[in-house]
């Protein structure tokens, strides 16, 4: 089970530093905080091209991995 419990923790540190990545990466809305750093001038913000696109699979998957992870370590420590 320690083995387990090791690779799970990797696992959620890998990937919460590739959501909080993927997350940054997206492009800004409008009215939020992206505007506050920069990101206030965007022309097509409510079309998304084949690049958004992926970044969002990317991101629903890094994110899917996560929560995954997370409900493996709390079985793992509940159990172990």
Request: aromatic share 6%; glycine share 16%; no cysteine.
């Amino acid at each position: 089970m320690a083995i387990l419990e090791i690779v799970l923790k990797i696992l959620l540190v890998l990937s919460s530093v590739f959501l909080i990545a993927t997350v940054l990466l997206h492009k800004g809305r409008g009215g939020g905080l992206s505007d506050m750093f920069g990101g206030g001038f965007s022309s097509a913000a409510g079309s998304s091209g084949v690049a958004e696109r992926n970044l969002n699979r990317i991101t629903i998957g890094v994110g899917t991995v996560w929560a995954i992870a997370i409900v493996g370590l709390g079985l793992v420590s509940r159990f172990a």
